[in-house]
């Protein structure tokens, strides 16, 4: 009997992921969540500049490789014209909290029947370790040598928080994958924002406290707990909106118009 | 007989976008173009497509990447300083050998300039749409039936070649009414767009629409692939009028609505016994180079009028071969010659070549 397997929707290819980094884990789960719901050939994934952005090649479905910040209004064009597609990003938090913030608001403030899987990692990992917009206060970037000084380099975004204000953002949660516990409760968070796109909810949001450890100058056991330690106490997980925004804007135009 | 309606230009760029399959718009307002926006707001849910508002001309043209990636034919419009913002999107567009249809209804720049007509956008449509290596089809109307008419082609030339087609107007011309004939749209054979990321649906292997290569020879051998259908574009694709040409000592290059000003002017000078040409480039890019070669042999002179400072005037001397002089008139920033200020122009060049 086979008791764990490659997830369908995974390609049968290694990640290029560093040791440690939990990508690997959320890709896993996405893929999960395409296979349980059945999904993988009507989704289209769209991920950014990052160190996501090789997406592609971990993905069995159709996927886009969009311009930093810009996978939310790509996605948008790809559900606005084929609204039976499951539309998908996979963002990082400079992408989608610096450089992609009007996409990100907007997706949420049209109810976009989309689904972000947003990785919070504190920090931009592909250029190599630069303060991100969710780095902590007083966390050492390269970019932040003496500390994040929120008097100069301001407060992070608390991302789950501010798009649960929208009317239009149906489901936003935050979870880790640090713990066994934490995955399984990510996976059913994302199973989640996957099925309230099957049911026309409008936007799904979950943001996924993730790791860093080459970036974080931490060996991988020691980043999983500095994630409990603190970034959890900073990010609490949780549920920040579960509703139906599906009669505030339908995504079908001709239900919409 | 056609039936003829009095329109727009802006809107028969709209309305002819409709006529030829684009159900989807995405835009974001800017002076002189919004009429179009306008339009399809009125018209898109008559018709089962949906016009959507974006909340950047970024976030505009990004919409239109990922309708164009998952197969849809598509529109986005903008003046200027709205196309600069584009220019990122275009570039992504053109990485991806992605079809959609820009229209620019150029207005007065640099910065936030004026909202009279202008054409100082031709380097930035011609030569530098966004960065890297890379060139987007460009079509200039000079009345508000070619507004229409080119939107039409533009979608069929940007689906056969697999790249975006621009719309080069002018606030003149989007904001003038003439009867348009919408019998006159293209109709080309579409080739199917198996590339589209629209759902494997299980039964092909997954697309991708990408244009990230971490090799850098995958990467060259991909922009030579390009610029071989590039050179197939200019083969057969290149338009122009070529008006009174056969005898004319002075040939002017001038497009768009400027072209217009130039014939007027052709006829007063003609009247004077000066025997002027024009050759009118419809598609910007790829550039009339041949026919203007061969003018070269036949004409004195040839005198570029734009809206700008010059900007078409090496384009010119490069098809010429620099064969004969060139001269530049223009006026810029929203002003428009009238003919008599272009007749001055051609009678001071027919003095010295008398």
């Known amino acids: ?257 | 007989m056609a039936k003829k309606v009095l329109m727009k230009g802006n809107e028969a760029i709209a309305e002819a976008a409709i006529k030829s399959g684009c159900l989807y718009f995405f835009g974001y307002p800017i002076t002189p173009q919004t009429e179009i926006s306008e339009y399809m707001a009125k018209r898109m849910p008559k018709v089962g497509g949906l016009c959507l508002q974006a909340e950047s001309e970024i976030s505009a043209i990004n919409m239109v990447m990922g309708a164009a990636a998952s197969g849809t034919r598509c529109l986005t419009s903008s003046s200027s300083p709205g196309v600069s913002l584009k220019s990122e999107g275009i570039s992504y567009i053109v990485g991806c050998d992605l079809p959609c249809v820009i229209v620019n209804v150029q207005r007065g720049g640099p910065g936030l300039g004026g909202i009279q007509p202008s054409q100082q956008d031709y380097y930035q449509a011609t030569k530098a749409n966004g960065h890297g290596d890379e060139q987007i089809i460009v079509l200039a109307p000079a009345s508000v039936q070619e507004m229409a008419q080119l939107t039409s082609e533009a979608f069929d030339l940007a689906d056969i070649y697999r790249m975006p087609a621009m719309i080069l107007a002018d606030g003149a011309l989007g904001q003038m009414m003439e009867p348009v004939d919408f019998e006159l749209t293209s109709k080309r054979e579409i080739p199917e767009k198996t590339w589209a990321t629209n759902g494997t649906e299980g039964k092909r292997p997954k697309n991708i629409i990408n244009s990230l290569y971490m090799n850098p020879n995958d990467l060259e051998d991909s922009i030579i692939a390009r610029y071989k259908r590039y050179d197939e574009v200019a083969e057969k694709e290149t338009k122009y009028e070529e008006y009174k040409c056969d005898d004319a000592d002075i040939v002017i290059v001038s497009y768009g609505i400027t072209a217009r000003i130039c014939k007027t002017a052709i006829a007063a000078a003609r009247a004077k016994g000066i025997k002027v040409g024009l050759l009118r480039p419809i598609t910007l890019w790829p550039y009339p180079k041949k026919p203007l070669l061969k003018l070269a042999d036949s004409a004195k002179h040839f005198l570029v009028v734009e809206l700008n400072m010059g900007q078409m005037v090496d384009d010119v001397k490069v098809a010429t071969e620099c064969k004969k002089p060139v001269s530049f008139f223009g006026r810029t920033g929203g002003v428009i010659p009238s003919p008599a200020d272009v007749l001055a122009e051609i009678e001071k060049i027919a003095g010295g070549l008398n």
């Open chain 1, 1 to 257: 009997m086979v008791v764990f397997d490659r997830p369908k929707s995974l390609s049968p290819v290694p990640f290029h992921y560093c040791p440690g980094c939990t990508h690997g884990i959320v890709h896993r789960l996405v893929a999960e969540a395409l296979d349980e719901l059945d999904i993988c050939g009507k989704a289209v994934g769209i991920a950014p500049v990052g160190c996501s952005v090789f997406a592609y090649n971990y993905f069995e479905c159709d996927m886009i490789e969009a311009a930093h910040g810009r996978a939310p209004a790509v996605a948008t064009g790809v559900k606005r014209t084929h609204p039976d597609n499951i539309v998908f990003t996979y963002q990082g938090d400079g992408d989608l909290a610096a450089i992609g913030t009007a996409e990100t608001v907007h997706v949420g403030a049209r109810g976009e029947n989309i689904t972000i899987i947003f990785i919070n990692n504190c920090i931009y990992g592909m250029t190599g370790g630069q303060m991100a917009p969710t780095t902590l206060p007083g966390q050492v970037t390269t970019t932040s040598p003496y500390g994040r000084d929120r008097r100069i380099q301001g407060s992070p975004i608390h991302v789950c928080e501010m798009l649960s204000t929208l009317d239009g953002v149906a489901y936003a949660e935050r979870v880790a994958v640090n713990t066994v516990p934490n995955i399984k409760k990510a996976k059913k968070a994302i199973v989640k924002a996957f099925q309230n796109q099957i049911d026309k909810k409008g936007l799904s949001i979950v943001e996924v406290l993730s790791t860093c450890p080459t970036n974080w100058g931490m060996t991988p056991e020691a980043a999983l707990k500095w994630v409990e330690t603190d970034m959890i106490p900073f990010y609490p997980l949780g549920v920040y909106k579960d509703t139906d925004v599906k009669l505030l804007n339908p995504t079908s135009t001709k239900e919409g118009n």
